[in-house]
């Protein structure tokens, strides 16, 4: 079969893996032929696209980003977007499309399927906040990251008796916050989905200082609110007013806005890190790096089983296909379970502090 590939949204380490396992798979053992389309629906849109190989494969496992570059381009916002990309895979003679990305690059996917394309999805974010699978590949790596970040921060904080209130991505998903904040030994985890009073985070750190812990560390995920009357009480923090073609805003900015509130409540230094794009760069972890494997590995076994409008989803361990419409519907978000277990790691203050 000739079969088209891209990347879309935003990258992580893992995606050059993904791509790497299906062509190595498809050329082994299904003899077929690939082509890579550039930068996210871009490539569908505008036609642009590069001939995927193994020799074109070769060496790109451990490299982060992604050989078919990425972007957020939504086809349905630009003058017949959606036509463009069904002529572009008929002018190129694509028998299957296989869609690599998160929600927005797997709306469209669906929205293609629904006009008869043969399209097969692969989950992917650093936010792990797609429904329908377990783990998106690019979170391990994305809490690896912010670990090592983590206990970097702890030395300086602790040589200085400061606070560190430390921002991590997540979109509208407390997962990266979560994980890396427990795998880093956080103080105080704050997530999207409980909102915080700062008062009470206040509360905490102060305890700790009274039991002679003259430092803590903070992490709050870019899409944390904060909950008592203070900025933007119960909205999200925003770099700018901005949108990208799906109409997502730009987060950013909570940690420093946090840090001057603690700082005012409880009179100890206090300094702000945001971790940004770093935790989307370098080399994927060796988990992420199998995972994506098995993905791509799923994805060219579904082609060929003709799972067409459907997506390969890791369920207890196990890749398995799932119809692409489960994962879109609703974004998988940190439940309470999770956050009453990791609640247990932290002091009951009088005053109960949000996770
Ligand atoms: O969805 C992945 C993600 O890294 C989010 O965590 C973050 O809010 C967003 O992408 C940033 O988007 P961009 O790379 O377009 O600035």
């Keep these: 079969m000739k079969i088209g590939m891209l990347t879309g949204g935003g990258d992580c380490p893992g995606l050059n893996a993904v791509i790497r396992a299906v ?13 890579g389309f550039l930068e996210g629906w871009r490539g569908l849109v505008e036609d642009k696209s590069m001939p995927l190989d193994l020799e074109a494969v070769g060496g790109i496992l451990p490299r982060g980003g992604t050989i078919l570059r990425t972007s957020r381009t939504n086809p349905s916002k630009h003058p017949d977007g959606l036509d463009r990309c069904m002529a572009a895979l008929e002018k190129n003679k694509i028998e299957a499309l296989i869609a690599i990305g998160g929600d927005d690059t ?44 983590l206990d970097r921060v ?34 105080v985890i704050l ?40 900025p933007g009480q119960g909205a999200p923090v925003l770099q700018d007013m901005g949108k990208d073609e799906f109409g997502h805003v730009k987060l950013g900015g909570i940690a420093n806005i946090l840090a001057r509130e603690i700082e005012k409540r409880t009179n100890y230094e206090t300094r702000a890190v945001v971790l940004g794009h770093i935790q989307r760069g370098g080399t994927p972890s060796a988990f992420d790096r199998v995972l994506a494997t098995r993905y791509g590995l799923g994805a060219i076994d579904m082609v060929h089983r003709g799972e067409f409008g459907s997506m ?44």
């Design 23 to 35: 062509v190595r798979k498809g050329v082994f053992t299904y003899s077929d032929e690939f082509v």
């Design 106 to 149: 797997l709306s469209v996917a669906q929205k293609l399927h629904e006009r008869g394309a043969k399209v097969v999805g692969v989950p992917k974010t650093i936010d792990n906040d797609l429904g329908g699978t377990d783990y998106t590949f690019g979170f391990d790596t994305a809490c690896n990251i912010v670990c090592e970040a």
């Design 154 to 187: 702890h030395t300086t904080a602790e040589a200085h008796n400061r606070v560190m209130v430390v921002e991590v991505m997540g979109r509208d998903a407390g997962w990266i916050a979560l994980y890396s904040g427990i795998a880093g030994g956080a103080d």
């Design 191 to 230: 997530i999207p989905e409980r909102p915080f009073d700062v008062d009470k985070v206040a509360d905490s750190i102060r305890q700790r200082h009274e039991r002679g812990l003259y430092f803590s560390i903070v992490v709050v995920a870019e899409g944390a609110k904060f909950s008592s009357a203070e």
């Design 312 to 355: 390969a989803a890791l369920r207890s361990n196990k890749i398995v296909s799932i119809p692409l419409l489960e994962a879109i519907s609703k974004n998988r978000v940190v439940d309470n379970e999770m956050i009453q277990i990791v609640d247990g790691l932290f002091e009951k203050s009088a005053e109960k502090h949000s996770a």
